[in-house]
Nanobody, 113 residues
Framework: VQLVESGGGLVQPGGSLRLSCAAS????????MSWYRQAPGKEREWVAT????????NYADSVKGRFTISRDNAKKTVSLQMNSLKPEDTAVYYC???????WGKGTQVFVSS
């Protein structure tokens, strides 16, 4: 199993970023996928989840209405569109095969003016 995140970077408050996670080594389309994040000095926290078919999505209250999770089963990718970013969104973002111990290495997001 391999999960490779990309798309992080530096963005100003109010800006947008789109993160992607490329998956391989398992039957991607049948697994629920999630995004988590870990800010400096804090524990890793759940951000969003999408089921295998892509029809069920759930979000942490802190990102609801600003972030959108999606997936492309043909391309074996899961994405996180992040809008209206705030400094408190600064973190390393990870994708995860939900219910497993498989994590990506993460991509860094900095929100700062």
């Amino acid at each position: 199993v391999q999960l490779v995140e990309s798309g992080g970077g530096l963005v100003q408050p109010g800006g947008s970023l789109r993160l992607s996670c490329a998956a391989s080594g398992f039957t991607f389309s049948i697994y629920t996928m999630s995004w988590y994040r870990q800010a400096p000095g804090k524990e890793r926290e759940w951000v969003a989840t999408i089921n295998g078919a892509g029809g069920t999505k759930n979000y942490a209250d802190s990102v609801k209405g600003r972030f959108t999770i999606s997936r492309d089963n043909a391309k074996k990718t899961v994405s996180l569109q992040m809008n209206s970013l705030k400094p408190e969104d600064t973190a390393v973002y990870y994708c995860k095969v939900q219910g497993s111990s498989y994590w990506g290495k993460g991509t860094q997001v900095f929100v700062s003016s």
